[in-house]
């Protein structure tokens, strides 16, 4: 017969495990989150670079054009 201590030991170390594992879980979802916002806005700041860097070029050609006629 298990006593009333040892039922409660076993509560306990089961509410314990299952926190843990939800606990990982949800640290789990919240890396992959932040992974993923931090690429966005990786590539939303590259494509801003890139886009300045082509109107500089296109201002650069475009000077170029009215220096040539």
Request: charged share 40%; proline share 0%; no cysteine.
């Amino acid at each position: 017969m298990v006593g009333k201590f040892e039922r409660r030991k076993d509560t306990v170390q089961e509410l314990t495990e299952s926190a843990a594992t939800h606990v990982g879980q949800i640290a789990t979802i919240i890396a992959g989150a932040v992974r993923d916002v931090t690429r966005e806005i990786g590539d939303w700041v590259s494509d801003g670079i890139e886009m300045r860097e082509a109107a500089k070029k296109a201002r650069e050609d475009e000077g170029e054009d009215e220096a040539v006629d």
